[in-house]
């Protein structure tokens, strides 16, 4: 007999979302409003202690250029990002239409190129050591040696005595910083590249390995800041094209749009640092201390849009491009109001780097098929890889711990919210019990996820003072945050599902049966009877028929 399919929970009535959005947009833009307030009425002193810059954007602003990510690399694309990237699309343009067969050769000597003359002949030689000592090291197929390996290079980048080497290489502190996080990215590439090697069942040539492994690490768009795409997902794809003799649609109409999208945001984000001082305003306790409560709950807010708008711009132009060449590139980053919990957080913001996790770290170390003390594990692992490669600070180890210790608090909850027990306890119809459980989520994660999104993290933001925490989350202003959980949730009962997220869902589940199948990994990987199970660091899961965890569809990958 087949099992009874539970209808889903109506959605909420409209007069509850339209109450919801009016409370959070009204919130968010007067906490805004206040903020802009204070900036302006302590401009000349802010102006004196951080500089700001003279405003190019809005007649009579000046500009807050104390955000360093922002300010470093709106600097190197004035200086040359810009004009080499639109050098990259044209030769690959050309070369699509002349010399398809041999596109990638030349995509391959333009980022060599492109590379030596950014980070001079010495940066290069940095990242072809590194490259070399991967690529040899991943000849013996022992995932735990190239591990080893990895994490040997990644830590010559924290040698002081190597930092002040390189550094006299160049005239300027940010030639230096650009070597450092382009080897940064690269390191990234050099794991997937040796792990998707060691699980292949058949080795090509190491003549032709070698060369993809360049083409792979020296790929113009994504060299210095990613997004993050795994070496099979970027061979595949280029591989089609190349063996094909084929060139990539051009459609002109979504370039346009695309190259829209993101000076619309550039724009935005510009805006933002010319009406609020909010990075300056962060670094001195004393303007924290004497914010008013919807100033403080403004600045919390605007940093962590700021930092949204931020990545929109860093990865989209990079992804645009990288789409020009046939490539899929991670979706761009999930607004961060929308963002209920620490799951969805890690999820959606930067795709690539959960998705690099997941088939890295995560799944191979069994993920949550092995029970709870593999789950909690694998995501502490995972968390410990991010913190040691953003450079193991302790601020960085604080961050990543509370990060560890609230999704598994959270994976804890909402296994018991989604118990048959808890659901006849607390809602009285099992049938709701999935709506109720992400609500309750929503309001228990958001007094928490705001103060950690403020912390310094990956994301380089600074953590608001205790007694800052303690004036918003007395106040109004993160009440009202609230509100913003319950209408605009993706995955939420009562609301259909977007395409993304179900494209999402198919590519977890290639993800998940490709690394299922490797011979590297095959224990580890395979599904038991009653399945994955959910994961706290995978992607979004589904319901089966019976009411269990299908074996998901979390996107395989980045």
Same mark, same amino acid.
């Given at each position: ?30 906490? /805004? ?29 000046? =500009? ?7 300010? /470093? ?6 200086? %040359? ?60 197929? =022992? ?5 080893? %390996? ?98 990539? =649609? ?59 708008? =931020? ?30 919990? /620490? ?62 210790? &609230? ?26 019990? %999935? ?22 993290? &990956? ?100």
């Amino acid at each position: 007999m087949a099992p009874q399919q539970t209808a889903p929970p109506a959605p909420l009535p409209r007069w509850e979302m339209s109450l919801y959005w009016l409370l959070s947009l009204g919130s968010h833009f007067y906490s /805004f409003f206040e903020l802009h307030k204070f900036s302006r009425e302590y401009e000349e002193r802010i102006g004196r202690e951080f500089e700001l810059e003279r405003g190019f954007l809005i007649w009579g602003f000046r =500009k807050d250029p104390t955000d360093f990510e922002w300010s /470093f690399w709106s600097e190197w694309a004035r200086k %040359s990002l810009l004009w080499s990237f639109l050098g990259h699309a044209v030769i690959s343009r050309l070369s699509g239409l002349f010399a398809p067969r041999a596109r990638v050769a030349v995509l391959t000597a333009y980022g060599l190129a492109a590379a030596c003359h950014l980070l001079g002949i010495r940066g290069l030689a940095v990242v072809l050591l590194h490259m070399g000592v991967s690529f040899s090291v991943a000849q013996l197929r =022992k995932p735990a040696l190239c591990w080893a %390996s990895a994490l040997m290079l990644l830590s010559t980048l924290h040698l002081d005595f190597l930092g002040e080497l390189q550094r006299g290489w160049y005239e300027t502190e940010a030639e230096y910083y650009l070597l450092l996080f382009s080897v940064a990215v690269c390191s990234l590439r050099s794991i997937s590249y040796s792990l998707d090697h060691c699980c292949r069942h058949l080795v090509v040539g190491r003549f032709t390995d070698i060369f993809w492994l360049t083409a792979y690490t020296f790929y113009h768009p994504l060299f210095y800041n990613g997004p993050i795409i795994s070496f099979q997902d970027f061979t595949q794809h280029l591989q089609s094209t190349s063996d094909g003799g084929t060139s990539p =649609k051009l459609d002109l109409l979504a370039l346009l749009r695309s190259a829209g999208r993101i000076l619309a945001w550039w724009l935005l984000a510009e805006t933002l640092v010319h009406l609020m001082y909010m990075h300056a305003i962060q670094n001195n306790e004393t303007y924290l201390q004497i914010l008013p409560p919807w100033a403080l709950g403004g600045l919390a807010l605007a940093l962590v849009q700021f930092f949204y708008v =931020k990545y929109l711009v860093l990865f989209g132009l990079p992804a645009l491009l990288a789409r020009l060449d046939g490539l899929e590139p991670p979706p761009q980053p999930r607004c961060v109001s929308t963002m209920y919990s /620490f799951t969805g957080m890690w999820r959606h913001f930067d795709v690539g780097l959960y998705r690099w996790l997941l088939r890295y770290i995560y799944l191979p170390l069994g993920g949550s098929r092995k029970g709870r003390l593999h789950t909690a594990l694998s995501t502490c692992l995972a968390f410990a890889f991010v913190c040691f490669w953003h450079g193991g600070h302790d601020y960085l180890r604080n961050w990543a711990l509370m990060n560890w210790a &609230s999704l598994t608090v959270e994976a804890a909850t909402r296994t018991l919210l989604s118990s048959s027990h808890a659901s006849v306890a607390i809602v009285g119809d099992r049938r709701k019990s %999935s709506l109720v459980a992400n609500q309750l989520l929503a309001e228990l994660s958001t007094p928490v996820l705001l103060p950690l999104c403020s912390c310094p993290s &990956s994301l380089g933001l600074p953590a608001l003072p205790v007694p800052a925490h303690e004036k918003t989350s007395s106040g109004i202003p993160l009440g009202l945050l609230h509100c913003h959980a319950h209408p605009v949730q993706p995955g939420l009962p009562g609301r259909e599902p977007r395409r993304q997220d179900l494209l999402e869902a198919r590519l977890h589940s290639r993800l998940v049966h490709s690394i299922s199948t490797s011979t590297a990994v095959p224990v580890l990987l395979r599904t038991n009877r009653t399945g994955m199970g959910q994961e706290i660091l995978s992607g979004p899961t589904i319901h089966g028929p019976s009411g269990g965890f299908a074996p998901g569809p979390p996107w395989s990958r980045m």
